[in-house]
């Protein structure tokens, strides 16, 4: 069976397998993934992810309290850096990102609760929507895993949404990114429209993409949604995380 993408590059096939779609809700590690998905922006996301040790060595780890203490030398030193995407607007995006992240924190308030709070269904993650179309009750059928029209198609807690068959069916933002973007916006978040959103949503847990046919499907399903520290409305279609080897568009 094959992944739903990643196939044939090793670090690709790793993420595909170990993070994406895994529920994170570390403060660092929701700031590093909100970064690099605006760094995505018109971008493929295996250009990113090929680039991220250095993205790690020149942003200090992503450690917002570091990374807001960045200066104008720092921005001209990260503008220098090949190892990296050297787009000012995006670095200082980044460096103002860090910025709310602490405001957020002076007022004692997360992160990892202002996006978790725009999940699917709350906070508990997953997608919720099940739209009752074939008349039965999807947690009363019995999974079979090998057919994407079961419940092992299904995905999120009750009520339930079916599993998208193909990228075609995934959205590229939703409700809730939206309502995400404008909350990170108005937080003093640069770089975050709901596409962004969505983007950081599906890496980091909110919602799994996952297709009906990918061996993570099963495995997503059932999967823990407790904190990880590293690791809805229809919109336009096809969301595929690496817009580089699809036909489905890049993030705005």
Request: charge should be negative; charged fraction near 25%.
């Amino acid at each position: 069976m094959s992944r739903c993408f990643g196939d044939g590059d090793p670090l690709y096939e790793a993420y595909h397998d170990t993070e994406w779609g895994v529920p994170v809700r570390g403060e660092r590690e929701l700031y590093e993934r909100t970064s690099l998905e605006a760094f995505q922006s018109g971008l493929a996301w295996i250009t990113i992810l090929r680039k991220r040790p250095a993205f790690r060595l020149a942003f200090a780890g992503f450690d917002p309290e570091q990374v807001a203490r960045f200066s104008a030398d720092d921005v001209a030193r990260l503008l220098a850096d090949a190892g990296i995407v050297r787009n000012r607007a995006k670095i200082e995006a980044t460096i103002a990102n860090a910025r709310a992240v602490l405001r957020l924190w002076e007022r004692g308030e997360t992160l990892s609760e202002l996006f978790w709070s725009h999940a699917p269904g709350g906070s508990d993650g997953g997608d919720p929507v099940f739209d009752g179309s074939d008349g039965g009750d999807p947690a009363a059928d019995s999974p079979d895993p090998d057919n994407p029209d079961s419940s092992a198609a299904l995905v999120g807690p009750p009520p339930f949404r079916r599993r998208p068959l193909t990228w075609a069916d995934v959205p590229s933002q939703t409700a809730e990114s939206h309502a995400l973007a404008k909350a990170l916006k108005a937080a003093g978040f640069r770089f975050v429209g709901p596409t962004t959103a969505y983007a950081a949503m599906q890496a980091c847990g909110l919602v799994d993409d996952h297709l009906a046919t990918c061996p993570r499907a099963a495995d997503t399903s059932d999967a823990d949604t407790s904190d990880a520290g590293s690791a809805g409305s229809a919109g336009s279609a096809g969301h595929h995380p690496d817009a580089g080897v699809s036909h489905f568009g890049t993030n705005p």
